[in-house]
């Protein structure tokens, strides 16, 4: 997981993705197989946080296209971040209670969820539904 819009892997932009792995060794081999110069990896313990939040940051950036779509301003776009990953926080902090809270500051956390609020698919599905009126599972297609 990671913030890594995939046009943008595509075209060889520089991102980092953030690998859950609680053996050492199976970490270390899948950096060595994934990482470029263009992709940087880090392999971090909290395997199911780093799953959760690639979904919760999903959520928040539905919230953030919303924003958008109903034309609030940028401060109001970063109260919904902060909140937001005030809330993936405390998720995890009540369901993973042994996670490092580091990992939040990792590509899997922060980095992830500025980078789908701002380009993201599902920011701007929810951009498209305020604006069109058009149900979310339509423009997912």
Excluded: W
Excluded at 8 to 27: M, P, Q
Excluded at 32 to 45: A, H, V
Excluded at 76 to 91: D, P, Q, W
């Amino acid at each position: 997981m990671g913030a890594n819009i995939a046009c943008e892997v595509a075209e060889g932009t520089f991102c980092e993705a953030t690998v859950g792995s609680r053996n050492y060794e199976h970490g270390q081999l899948v950096k060595s197989l994934m990482q470029t110069n263009e992709l940087r990896i880090i392999i971090k313990p909290d395997k199911e946080v780093i799953e959760v939040l690639g979904a919760l940051e999903n959520i928040v950036a539905f919230a953030a296209g919303f924003s958008d779509g109903l034309g609030y301003g940028n401060n109001t776009k970063a109260a919904v971040i902060r909140l937001g990953l005030k809330e993936m926080v405390k998720f995890c902090e009540e369901f993973f209670p042994a996670h490092h809270t580091e990992i939040f500051l990792k590509s899997c956390g922060v980095a992830d969820l500025v980078a789908t609020c701002y380009s993201g698919h599902d920011r701007k599905a929810a951009v498209a539904f305020v604006k069109t009126g058009k149900d979310i599972k339509t423009l997912e297609k």
